[in-house]
């Protein structure tokens, strides 16, 4: 058995001989990784959901769509123009009678200004149409910036927890660095005695090295977290963040037979799928609007030369009429524009019919996934309470020499896992609950 020990003490030796660097570097990670400030859930959803692009181009949307609906109106409003011209004619007619001499007709240089004014009278409904369409296309728009806005909360939400679970992961390894590096320190006092082998010592060593290795892990992962972070806030991706901590969250106070019908009458997708329908049957009515009359008075007023008897004279002068356009044969354009157009409709329909189906089961998982990371919440607060207990009988078990250094490590290591599980099924929960908000149609960031 003894002559067993060499090897295995070798391979320890040489895994310590990387413990160091190891040790450098994760030490330099924690400095870098160490905040001045901490940002609260509040200030992060805040400032995600008012200055990411995506938002800012929605919001853009919104404002195009209110030129368009000015865009639209302006049928009726009337046309004003001025013009004037200049042309040079040659031949013109001429004539002698006799007495009068040499007649001209017209004069070889004409000039002319005049004013135009065109006003619609009726375009039964095409005007009106075309603005209840632009409308609607705004109601779209809006309905988009929330979606935007809502997705943008939950990628932050998940983004924070992601963050906060790190940031608690290391202050579970460095207790479990403590309690490893307190029980080294018994060992090495043992070994002075004579009471403890130098295998036990290099074990508990590489036991430590090895919880070392795993929060270089989570510091390297925090790293990505922030820069996932600086990414969501616009920050430059190198800028360190310590998050507030945030594992309270209410569960909402919905019974669940209403909350599918909640779901379809609230979520952000739902709304926009009906403004989809509303807009296809809008566009039908615009399309069908095409396709009629149109009525409009013209006047135009100004002054030109070429009256007899003075061809030079400029002389006031004006035209005034109605303008009536009827469609009689299109080559069937209106009628297949039509036929798309309640194609469209249909389209929405079916859409809307995918999604409220959609939804519902989106809600029954949640609320599933709310149910399930209750009951780990409470399992692990056990587990880790029998753990701590059980940790605490083996190093007194240990000190009695009941048990060996292997099973207090295991102890030990019991106790960290249980208290990353703990942590994990909060997060879970914390994140259930918003996910069952959001699946329910709450806007998060309001």
């Known amino acids: 058995m003894i002559k067993k020990y060499p090897i295995l003490l070798l391979l320890i030796a040489t895994l310590m001989a990387f413990h160091q660097p190891v040790q450098a570097q994760t030490e330099a990670v924690a400095m870098e990784t160490t905040a001045t400030d901490s940002l609260s859930l509040d200030s992060i959803i805040s400032k995600v959901v008012s200055s990411y692009p995506s938002v800012k181009e929605a919001e853009e949307a919104v404002k195009r769509a209110d030129t368009q609906i000015e865009l639209a109106r302006s049928g009726h409003y009337p046309n004003v123009s001025a013009n004037a011209s200049y042309s040079h004619i040659g031949p013109v007619t001429k004539f002698t009678l006799p007495g009068s001499g040499e007649i001209q007709m017209n004069p070889n240089d004409n000039y002319a200004a005049t004013i135009n004014v065109s006003q619609s009278i009726s375009d039964f409904g095409k005007t009106a149409a075309n603005i209840a369409y632009q409308q609607e296309t705004k109601k779209l728009g809006q309905q988009t910036l929330q979606q935007v806005k809502q997705q943008l909360t939950i990628r932050a939400i998940h983004t924070y927890y992601s963050l906060l679970f790190l940031q608690d992961a290391i202050d579970i390894k460095n207790e479990q660095l403590a309690n490893l590096q307190h029980h080294l320190d018994f060992i090495v006092k043992k070994r002075k005695t004579g009471s403890a082998t130098q295998y036990e010592e290099l074990s508990t060593k590489v036991k430590i090295s090895g919880v070392k290795s795993e929060k270089l892990d989570i510091l390297s992962s925090i790293r990505v977290q922030q820069a996932v972070l600086n990414t969501l806030l616009g920050e430059p991706e190198t800028t360190h963040h310590f998050v507030k901590e945030k594992l309270t969250v209410e569960r909402p106070a919905i019974l669940p037979d209403t909350m599918i019908n909640l779901a379809v009458r609230n979520r952000d997708e739902m709304k926009i799928a009906r403004e989809k329908i509303r807009l296809a049957e809008l566009n039908l009515n615009l399309i069908k609007s095409e396709n009629t ?97 059980a940790f605490s009988l083996a190093e007194t078990s240990y000190k009695a020499g009941v048990i060996t250094n292997l099973d207090l490590l295991d102890a030990t290591t019991a106790v960290s896992n249980s208290q990353l599980l703990l942590l994990k099924s909060q997060i879970d929960y914390a994140l259930s609950v918003y996910d069952l908000q959001a699946a329910v149609g709450k806007h998060i960031f309001e």
């Open 293 to 389: 009359p149109s009525l409009k008075a013209f006047v135009s007023a100004g002054a030109k030369n070429g009256y007899i008897p003075d061809l030079h004279q400029f002389k006031p002068n004006y035209v005034a009429g109605l303008d009536f356009h009827i469609p009689i044969f299109d080559a069937n354009r209106n009628k297949n524009q039509r036929l798309l157009a309640k194609s469209g409709i249909q389209t929405s329909i079916y859409e809307t019919e995918r999604l409220q189906r959609e939804v519902a089961s989106d809600v029954i998982q949640n609320s599933a996934n709310v149910e399930t990371a209750e009951q780990k919440v409470k399992q692990f607060e056990l587990q880790l309470k029998q753990a701590r207990d």
